[in-house]
């Protein structure tokens, strides 16, 4: 079975490999827009454009996995900042708050032509952080202009007190929900081809 990643990201490839599947990696072309105000049906309506986007440009069947994830607090959608000065304002901002850690993920089936499309929302704890530890992130933290200035998996877990939720949500790829689906699809793990 062919399996292909609808996603560049690194985290999401890193999810992959790390159960050991076997894909192929073929990006979108579309434009990421959506005009929903809800966060979920936000990154639902972004993950399946990406989907469509990809079976569009392949001729063969195969099972796209398709992502987009957020981050959400205070009924705001915190971009990717473009400047340190970005940078530290959001982590300011999330100092000693919770912030939501929101992906869509789309399961574009081309064997069986069905498609399933679901959320997760993890819950991440900010301790208080100083200012003074801020400017030290800002200036050390090579994932800083990534989704909304922060990455779990770097720097950013020294000021995380907890999580509630799927870690790998986080990261981008709930990988645990999405194997649920997939069993909904008639799947199991030993239908998808292992690398070497």
Do not use: C, H
């Given at each position: 079975?062919?399996?292909?990643?609808?996603?560049?990201?690194?985290?999401?490839?890193?999810?992959?490999?790390?159960?050991?599947?076997?894909?192929?990696?073929?990006?979108?072309?579309?434009?990421?827009?959506?005009?929903?105000?809800?966060?979920?049906?936000?990154?639902?309506?972004?993950?399946?454009?990406?989907?469509?986007?990809?079976?569009?440009?392949?001729?063969?069947?195969?099972?796209?996995?398709?992502?987009?994830?957020?981050?959400?607090?205070?009924?705001?959608?915190?971009?990717?900042p473009k400047t340190k000065e970005e940078g530290f304002e959001n982590?300011?901002?999330?100092?000693?708050?919770?912030?939501?850690?929101?992906?869509?993920?789309?399961?574009?089936?081309?064997?069986?032509?069905?498609?399933i499309s679901f959320t997760d929302v993890t819950e991440v704890y900010?301790?208080?952080?100083?200012?003074?530890?801020?400017?030290?992130?800002?200036?050390?933290?090579?994932?800083?202009?990534?989704?909304?200035?922060?990455?779990?998996?770097?720097?950013?877990?020294?000021?995380?007190?907890?999580?509630?939720?799927?870690?790998?949500?986080?990261?981008?790829?709930?990988?645990?929900?999405?194997?649920?689906?997939?069993?909904?699809?008639?799947y199991s793990i030993s239908d998808f081809e292992m690398k070497s």
């Open positions: 079975m062919k399996l292909i990643l609808a996603s560049n990201s690194k985290t999401r490839k890193d999810i992959f490999d790390m159960v050991g599947w076997k894909y192929e990696v073929i990006t979108s072309n579309v434009v990421e827009n959506s005009n929903s105000i809800d966060p979920k049906q936000y990154v639902i309506d972004l993950s399946k454009d990406k989907a469509n986007s990809v079976a569009s440009q392949i001729t063969d069947k195969a099972l796209i996995i398709s992502a987009d994830s957020i981050i959400y607090m205070d009924n705001k959608k915190f971009e990717k982590i300011k901002k999330m100092s000693g708050k919770v912030n939501y850690a929101i992906t869509g993920v789309t399961i574009k089936d081309l064997y069986q032509n069905k498609e900010f301790k208080n952080v100083s200012d003074k530890d801020i400017a030290w992130y800002v200036e050390n933290e090579k994932y800083l202009l990534n989704r909304a200035g922060y990455s779990i998996a770097g720097k950013t877990s020294i000021f995380v007190d907890k999580i509630v939720g799927d870690y790998y949500n986080i990261l981008g790829m709930p990988i645990s929900k999405l194997y649920s689906k997939l069993n909904e699809l008639g």
